[in-house]
């Protein structure tokens, strides 16, 4: 089992730059494949990209690519997630999500959640 935590929202301007960090705890913590979603007021949740718990892959939904990158830093069990040129399209609660790494990737769902992290983005 995993849990995780996810920091770093804020209220920022569009244009700006953000980097959320997602600190995934417990003892099998680095056997998991982590992915970043978000939801905004309304709207489904979307997913944002993931990445392989060796940190050599990643894969990204085509709406971000070229402005969001996703890195870990497995010595801290920490998944980062940097977001630049943001709009106010971004404005969203951000989660982390966590799934035992397998053959399949990116995984089809992900069996564990963080609480998220609120992205404002002022136009």
């Known amino acids: 089992q995993v849990q995780l935590l996810e920091s770093g929202g804020g209220l920022v301007q569009a244009g700006d730059s953000l980097r959320l960090a997602c600190a995934a705890s417990?003892?099998?913590?680095?056997?998991?494949?982590l992915a970043w979603f978000r939801r905004a007021l309304g709207k489904e949740r979307e997913f944002i990209g993931s990445?392989?718990?060796?940190?050599?892959?990643?894969y990204y939904s085509d709406s971000v690519k070229g402005r969001f990158a996703i890195s870990r830093d497995s010595a801290k069990n920490t998944v980062y997630l940097q977001m630049n040129s943001l709009k106010s399209d971004d404005t969203a609660v951000y989660y982390c999500?966590?799934?035992?790494?397998?053959?399949?990737?990116?995984?089809?769902?992900?069996?564990?959640w963080g609480r998220g992290t609120q992205v404002t983005v002022s136009s």
């Open positions: 417990g003892r099998t913590a680095s056997m998991y494949d």
């Open positions: 999500a966590a799934n035992l790494a397998s053959l399949q990737w990116p995984p089809r769902h992900y069996a564990y």
């Open positions: 990445i392989r718990r060796s940190g050599n892959a990643t």
